[in-house]
């Protein structure tokens, strides 16, 4: 049981390419979201999503797209990558049973150049 | 969503106690506590939750006022493995919202 699954763990981009994030999980949990982690400060929420086909933005959903075709993956898009988005990423998924504890990955190291 | 207070940074003798404090003044009556920790830069790590009665699992002990208005983690026997950022998080509510909101958290140092 893997629980949530982020890829790629370390990302290099320049300036203005694009990139998908992945996020799957294996709970079969409703719930998932995606945060950024800047050095020295806590997560700050980008986008989340209540169940397939449903998404809403967080408090820094600027430059970043999300979709959620199915329960298991919840992907984030960077449309054009700015030094700003620079990040350390965190997706977490949580059951529809709103007290019950999120889960989250590992997390995924971007650097923009 | 209530707003959580946490110290800066704490430090801990190993093997003693560890009380980490978090103030919730806001808090309203269907809101749960959570706590979190990270070690170095990994993901979150899920450590307790309750509403207003005590709880302990194998992890930690959570104390909850009886006004809700502010809460404790104690780590019972703390282990340098312990060292990380723990977050004291409130959620819930009638819109059955599931947004986290961290603030920066308590930096714990345990020592040898």
């Known amino acids: 049981n893997a629980g949530v699954t982020q890829t790629p763990k370390f990302q290099v981009l320049k300036t203005g390419q694009s990139m998908t994030l992945q996020c799957a999980q294996d709970?079969?949990?409703?719930?998932m979201s995606w945060y950024r982690q800047d050095p020295g400060m806590g997560l700050r929420l980008i986008h989340y999503?209540?169940?397939?086909?449903?998404?809403d933005q967080g408090e820094v959903p600027n430059g970043y797209n999300v979709s959620r075709s199915t329960t298991e993956d919840f992907p984030l898009r960077l449309l054009s990558a700015a030094p700003s988005q620079t990040s350390v990423y965190f997706c977490?998924?949580?059951?529809?049973?709103?007290?019950?504890?999120?889960?989250f990955g590992d997390g995924t190291r971007l650097s923009i150049l | 969503d209530a707003k959580t207070t946490q110290p800066p940074s704490m430090d801990c003798a190993e093997g003693r106690a560890a009380n980490l404090p978090c103030n919730h003044s806001t808090i309203s009556g269907n809101e749960y506590v959570y706590w979190y920790r990270q070690i170095h830069s990994q993901g979150p790590q899920y450590i307790i939750h309750g509403l207003k009665n005590n709880e302990t699992n194998e992890m930690a002990s959570l104390i909850i006022t009886e006004d809700r208005k502010s809460s404790t983690l104690i780590l019972p026997h703390a282990t340098l493995r312990d060292t990380a950022v723990y977050y004291c998080?409130?959620?819930?509510?009638?819109?059955?919202?599931?947004?986290?909101?961290f603030g920066t958290g308590t930096r714990l140092k345990v020592l040898a």
């Open positions: 999503s209540v169940g397939a086909g449903i998404t």
């Open positions: 977490a998924c949580g059951s529809d049973r709103f007290n019950q504890p999120q889960h």
């Open positions: 998080i409130v959620r819930g509510g009638t819109s059955g919202t599931y947004k986290y909101i």
């Open positions: 709970m079969n949990h409703e719930y």
